[in-house]
């Protein structure tokens, strides 16, 4: 029972020592706002979404003035619970979704593309149907049932 209990002692040490050891450097915060630190990859990175040539005429104050801006309106949307309403995670779905399939669909097509010869225009013709040779092979290996009830119920306005 000693040894198991110095084996467990040891064992905390080692891992305290070698938590020390990694220990990784402290991000620096450019701003705080309420609990919420806004870091310099959130500032690179909001950057990124503005326009090259804006980009240019706007200080880094600026935009970190707008981002502050943002985040307080963002905290304010969840303070009053828009983040937790239905048609807003509907939307969030949505996004997602189609963020995938766009994710999706151009890793197959640049798959397609760089395996084709030819001119741009020969490549993107046989580029397409290739694509949906893909899409429909997709569907092939996937059972699909369809409630044709439930879908003649439905009235679309």
């Given at each position: 029972?000693?040894?198991?209990?110095?084996?467990v002692?040891?064992a905390?040490?080692?891992?305290?020592?070698?938590g020390?050891?990694?220990?990784?450097?402290?991000k620096e915060?450019?701003?705080?706002?309420?609990?919420?630190?806004?870091?310099?990859?959130?500032l690179v990175?909001?950057?990124?979404?503005?326009?090259?040539a804006y980009?240019?005429?706007?200080?880094k104050?600026?935009?970190?003035?707008?981002?502050?801006?943002?985040k307080?309106m963002?905290?304010?949307?969840?303070?009053q619970?828009?983040?937790?309403?239905?048609?807003?995670?509907?939307?969030?779905?949505?996004?997602?979704?189609?963020?995938?399939?766009?994710?999706?669909?151009?890793?197959?097509?640049?798959?397609?593309?760089?395996?084709?010869?030819?001119?741009e225009?020969?490549?993107?013709?046989?580029?397409?149907q290739?694509?949906?040779?893909w899409?429909d092979?997709?569907?092939?290996n996937?059972?699909?049932?369809?409630?044709?009830?439930?879908?003649?119920?439905?009235e679309l306005?």
């Amino acid at each position: 029972m000693k040894t198991i209990s110095h084996l467990v002692v040891i064992a905390v040490i080692l891992t305290a020592l070698a938590g020390c050891a990694k220990e990784r450097p402290a991000k620096e915060v450019l701003a705080t706002i309420g609990n919420y630190s806004i870091y310099k990859e959130d500032l690179v990175s909001e950057a990124e979404l503005y326009h090259p040539a804006y980009r240019k005429t706007v200080t880094k104050e600026e935009m970190l003035g707008d981002l502050i801006k943002k985040k307080i309106m963002l905290m304010e949307a969840q303070r009053q619970g828009l983040d937790k309403k239905p048609e807003f995670l509907k939307m969030v779905q949505r996004f997602w979704e189609q963020s995938l399939l766009r994710s999706l669909l151009d890793k197959k097509s640049k798959e397609i593309l760089s395996s084709l010869k030819g001119t741009e225009e020969e490549k993107h013709k046989k580029a397409s149907q290739m694509m949906q040779e893909w899409v429909d092979s997709l569907e092939k290996n996937v059972k699909v049932k369809i409630n044709k009830e439930a879908l003649e119920k439905i009235e679309l306005k």
